[in-house]
């Protein structure tokens, strides 16, 4: 009898890998649509080519990427979890799509050093270690044109002050240290609850 692998939902696979590491992970489900347009609100699709994202999980802002950007444009989607990026190579057939196996940390050398514009992110900067976040969001300085935009989300339960966050990481003020305006907008139809930063550069 020929072996059937198992293959997870999506909902599935997101639950089996936050188990698996809940610090990269950073959540138990995926991003809600209504999160998903907080991030693209004030992205200029008619005008971007070249579009990162980081921590595509399994695609849930990819797939509003994707619905949004223009049929010449390219999206770079990097996730440092393998079985999240076989995941996307498997359930996305769209050609504008290049699923990255690798590190945000690692932007400028995946992007063979073109400028990108917009950035993406949906990493957890609170849980990650100071070094990787500054070296993540020094390869973004390095690579975003100009006037470009970085979108990127904290949950509630993450910030500063929050009873259920043991945190100091203070996301706001460390994005101001990278760019010139930084505007927020809190959805509140995602679980958790999250405030989605818009970034840009002068
Ligand atoms: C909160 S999940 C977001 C998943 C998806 N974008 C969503 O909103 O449903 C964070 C993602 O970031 C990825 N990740 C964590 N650290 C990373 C890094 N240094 N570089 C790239 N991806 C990373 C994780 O593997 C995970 O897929």
Redesign the pocket.
């Known amino acids: 009898m020929p072996e059937h692998k198992h293959i997870p939902s999506a909902a599935g696979l997101?639950l089996r890998?936050s188990f698996r590491?809940i610090r990269?992970?950073?959540?138990v489900?995926?991003?809600s649509r209504y999160?998903?347009a907080a991030l693209c609100e004030h992205i200029d699709f008619h005008r971007a080519r070249l579009i990162a994202?980081?921590?595509?999980?399994?695609?849930?802002?990819?797939n509003g990427i994707l619905a949004r950007m223009h049929p010449d444009a390219v999206l770079y989607a990097?996730?440092?979890?393998p079985s999240?990026v076989e995941h996307l190579q498997r359930s996305c057939q769209d050609p504008r799509l290049i699923a990255v196996h690798?590190?945000?940390?690692d932007l400028s050398r995946i992007l063979a050093g073109a400028e990108v514009d917009p950035v993406v992110s949906?990493?957890?900067l609170t849980s990650?270690n100071h070094a990787?976040r500054k070296s993540?969001y020094d390869q973004v300085r390095e690579c975003l044109r100009p006037g470009g935009v970085l979108t990127q989300y904290q949950y509630l339960t993450s910030k500063a002050g929050c009873k259920l966050s043991r945190s100091e990481f203070d996301e706001l003020r460390f994005l101001e240290t990278y760019f010139a305006k930084v505007t927020t907008k809190w959805v509140f139809v995602n679980f958790p609850p999250a405030c989605a930063f818009t970034c840009r550069k002068a």
Do not use: Q, R
């Open positions: 997101f890998e590491s990269s992970t950073a959540s489900v995926p991003s999160l998903t994202e980081f921590g595509p999980g399994t695609g849930a802002v990819t990097i996730d440092m979890n999240f690798g590190s945000a940390a949906s990493l957890g990650m990787l993540i």
